[in-house]
């Protein structure tokens, strides 16, 4: 019996200690329980975690574990999380992406996440978190991007963030944080993007920052900084923002006032503050080339006594002192310009964060993507393959955004902004930083032409389209790492032309008369001019008309959307579209024989649009074509307009749709012809 004891125990300790993982996994649920109590106290959006299931199955919202079964991304971006965070988190070591931005979280940021030492990205911008920024920060040696912004944080930055070494963006914004910028930033020495902006920031920026090679974006508009700008920075031409801080100056920078004798006497006697009062002894105007050197004007024996001078002398100084400082600028402007050299604005994407292959396997395995921002323009090989297509990088650089406008705009692609989605496509609605309402299609680069020059091709045709009854594309967005492309439209806020139809009786948004009127006709202007070939452009055939595809404006004026898209598509994206427009009946039946597009296909569609108008219904049946053919207006027109309708207009509208969706594509009406019909029938 003693010897059965003594094996059950043995058994028993040789299992304690031989799943160390299943023991680690039960801590960490825990660990999750107690953060789902904090993030969501009220149970609302965080249903999935449960205490008896298991993070590493993907029954946990948002959550991925890495190859050891351990949990490594918390991805709750925009769910509407109104709670705390938790100092739980802390226990969930092997946490290398933790990103709850846009929620309404309050509180302040817990000093316990010093002790996620492998966390990589923070991401806890747009909230409502108060507090100061923990010192303890730099303790997380591997962060590599830490989001704040757009919070109520106060306090100064602490100096311990120049501890941490592979940091490559930093972005406080939008906050309320006050002191001093301090000098041990510029220790960081692979940071590439720092937003200071819109705080309260004072004193001078650090010469340290000036030394950061990798520094690409410098934001600090907004604050109360003064002095001299450090020269270092004047490389990063239009990377450099430092707009309404009054009490800065420099020589060099295009948005900055230059700086006078003025501003170094101020500097001098202590109107701004003495020389080096942020900690930082070359900061001084001493180390500043722009500077006239006020110290070794002031060392004379005279300059150290103690009596008064007279206003005679004091204006005798300050001439001298102004006509030294316009010699020793103009000098500096000189060398300047010799020594000027041109900053390109390259941005490489393998700065240690996933390649597109890890990228595709971690979302493969994890239950949400992994975030990985670029502040880049746009996709690197853009550059390269603009020759022999008719672009110019000016041009693609004033229709690029990059990925922090899209993920703003669409706050990180909530699920509260999705207007649609498809196999290969996904469409949100947007806010960009003017306040201007977008709609951002998002394109899988698997879905797009594997051919770069091809897709660029396709892409310089969707901008050169510009016609009133089109969707209008304003820009667009290309993402290595997502592997993603983003397309920018304006947006159309009474939605597309199906949400028109199959209303019932009684129903809001029955449209009248002359709104149908006015989108068959603006419909069939839209396929005009796409049809009509330019300078710049070939004609163009839609291939994929619907009422799906016809948005409604403000006004009620219809825009055709995805016009071009085909051209940025792969073969098989294109043809799988297809099947959805086959079974609503707007696919020509020549394309079964032919399999090709023409613009008799496009006509077609209109035909089967211009039924659905005046019927109101989106499923067209035998009966009503038979009632246009007829003219029995109660079997082809939409009974909800009560026979408030033109019934010659209806009549002959009737017989067009018949006319364009004839069997035979010969038969069918030119697009010209269809206008001038249309023209006809709203002749007085």
């Not at 960490?28 to 609302?44: F, H, T």
């Not at 001078?309 to 300050?318: E, I, T």
């Not at 009632?627 to 909800?640: C, H, L, T, V």
């Not at 969706?661 to 069918?668: D, G, L, Q, Y």
Request: proline residues 4%.
């Amino acid at each position: 019996m003693i010897h059965l004891n003594f094996l059950v125990s043995i058994t028993l300790f040789l299992a304690f200690f031989s799943n160390p993982s299943r023991v680690y996994g039960n801590a960490e649920v825990e660990a999750l329980m107690e953060l789902k109590s904090s993030l969501d106290p009220e149970n609302k959006f965080l249903s999935s975690w449960t205490k008896d299931g298991e993070p590493c199955s993907g029954s946990f919202e948002g959550v991925a574990c890495n190859e050891h079964h351990k949990v490594a991304n918390i991805s709750l971006q925009g769910k509407g999380l109104s709670g705390k965070l938790s100092s739980a988190v802390a226990e969930l070591r092997c946490l290398s992406g933790l990103y709850l931005h846009y929620n309404n979280l309050s509180g302040e940021i817990p000093r316990e996440l010093s002790n996620l030492t492998e966390l990589t990205d923070l991401y806890l911008n747009v909230n409502n978190l108060s507090g100061d920024i923990p010192s303890q920060i730099g303790k997380m040696a591997s962060l590599q991007v830490l989001q704040l912004c757009c919070n109520q944080l106060s306090g100064k930055i602490p100096t311990e963030m120049g501890l941490l070494k592979k940091l490559s963006v930093v972005a406080l914004q939008y906050n309320k944080l006050t002191g001093e910028i301090p000098p041990s930033l510029g220790n960081l020495g692979i940071l590439k993007r720092l937003d200071l902006s819109f705080n309260t920031l004072s004193g001078k920026i650090p010469t340290t920052l000036g030394t950061i090679q990798s520094l690409q974006v410098l934001d600090l508009k907004n604050n109360s900084l003064s002095g001299f700008v450090p020269p270092g920075l004047r490389r990063l031409n239009e990377g450099f923002h430092a707009e309404n801080n009054p009490s800065l100056c420099g020589v060099g920078f295009a948005k900055l006032r230059a700086c006078t004798s003025f501003d170094n006497y101020n500097m001098d006697v202590g109107v701004f503050g003495p020389s080096g009062s942020n900690g930082n002894a070359t900061d001084g105007p001493t180390q500043n080339p722009e500077s006239a050197n006020f110290h070794s004007t002031c060392n004379r024996a005279h300059c150290a006594r103690s009596t008064r001078f007279s206003l005679a002398a004091v204006v005798a100084v300050v001439i001298a002192v102004t006509i030294s400082m316009i010699a020793i600028v103009f000098l500096i402007i000189i060398r300047y310009r010799r020594q000027k050299q041109k900053i390109g604005n390259h941005c490489d994407p393998s700065d240690g964060r996933l390649s597109i292959d890890q990228a595709k396997e971690f979302r493969s395995k994890s239950a949400s993507p992994l975030v990985s921002l670029e502040y880049c323009n746009g996709w690197d090989p853009l550059g390269d393959g603009l020759k022999g297509i008719g672009l110019s990088q000016e041009y693609l650089n004033n229709k690029k955004f990059n990925m922090e406008d899209i993920e703003s705009a669409t706050q990180y692609f909530s699920d509260v902004n999705l207007l649609g989605k498809s196999k290969f496509s996904a469409v949100y609605k947007g806010v960009l930083r003017d306040g201007s309402v977008v709609a951002i299609r998002s394109l899988n680069v698997t879905s797009c032409k594997s051919e770069e020059d091809e897709f660029l091709r396709g892409l310089n045709l969707l901008f050169s389209l510009r016609h009133e009854n089109l969707v209008k594309l304003r820009g667009f967005c290309c993402s290595r790492s997502r592997g993603e492309c983003f397309l920018i439209y304006d947006f159309a806020p009474n939605g597309s032309l199906s949400r028109y139809l199959d209303l019932e009786e009684g129903s809001d948004g029955v449209l009248s008369w002359s709104k149908r009127v006015t989108i068959i006709s603006g419909i069939a202007k839209g396929i005009q001019y796409l049809h009509s070939s330019e300078a710049n452009r070939p004609a163009i055939v839609h291939q994929n008309i619907s009422a799906e595809k016809v948005l409604i404006d403000q006004q009620f004026d219809p825009l055709i959307s995805d016009s071009g898209l085909p051209k940025l598509l792969a073969n098989d994206i294109v043809f799988s579209a297809l099947k959805t427009s086959a079974a609503m009946g707007y696919l020509a039946p020549e394309y079964i024989t032919t399999g090709r597009f023409t613009q008799k296909s496009d006509i077609y569609a209109f035909g089967v649009i211009v039924l659905q108008v005046l019927s109101g219904q989106l499923m067209l049946t035998n009966s009503m074509r038979t009632g246009a053919k007829s003219g029995s207006f109660e079997d082809f027109m939409d009974a909800k307009l009560k026979g408030e309708f033109s019934e010659s207009a209806a009549a002959k509208l009737g017989q067009l749709a018949l006319t364009c969706t004839h069997e035979v594509p010969e038969e069918r009406p030119t697009v010209e012809e269809v206008i001038q019909e249309l023209y006809r029938m709203t002749e007085p």
